[in-house]
């Protein structure tokens, strides 16, 4: 009997030695290896399917190679994520045969161009909210952390106006 499994390719942000990497796994096999270990824990697990941090526990492997590899496997189609079924946070996967009738997340890759985190924008305070602060410190610093801080309506709208403008 032939073995057919070939393994789900996993996408990485296009940053050379990210690729670099991926390709070298994929050629030595651990990429394979790493995906059919998790069929095994999946077909153990049964219906109850595995989160990625049982997964993890389980196979000693960080997160991140643990939900590239679901990720590549979720979008071949090798497992499904259920929907609805949380634990500790985690989604939970199945084999596709495990599912029942349960309701199944689709796969949604990441949008958008991963190469680079995109710069913070550089948001300036106005030359009145600089001295809002600067009096507000002053206060806080001459009466100790444990003191009341009373603050005129106005002042309390001045700074609530200021964070609502810089959370942007």
């Known amino acids: 009997m032939t073995d ?3 393994a789900a390719t996993q996408h990485v942000v296009n940053v050379e030695t990210s690729v670099q990497s991926r390709d070298a796994q994929e050629v030595g096999g651990i990429l394979e290896r790493r995906q059919r270990g998790i069929l095994g824990l999946l077909r153990e697990a049964g219906p ?3 989160t990625a941090l049982e997964i993890e526990k389980a196979t000693g492997e960080g997160h991140g190679k643990v939900s590239g590899a679901l990720s590549a496997m979720h979008r071949e189609g090798m497992v499904a994520a ?3 079924d949380r634990r500790n946070g985690y989604g939970v996967y199945v084999l596709p045969e495990q599912v029942n009738n349960r309701l199944v997340r ?5 949008s958008g161009d991963q ?3 995109e710069p913070m924008p550089q948001v300036r305070l106005r030359p009145a909210e600089v001295e809002l602060f600067t009096r507000a410190k002053q206060h806080v ?3 100790g952390p444990d003191s009341v801080v009373r603050l005129k309506y106005s002042t309390a ?3 609530l106006d200021m964070i609502d403008r810089l959370n942007g």
Do not use: E
């Open 157 to 159: 709208r001045a700074l």
């Open 82 to 84: 259920l929907k609805l």
């Open 4 to 6: 057919s499994f070939k």
């Open 141 to 143: 610093g001459t009466h």
């Open 106 to 110: 689709d796969y949604r890759p990441n």
């Open 48 to 50: 109850m399917g595995r």
């Open 115 to 117: 190469t680079k985190a």
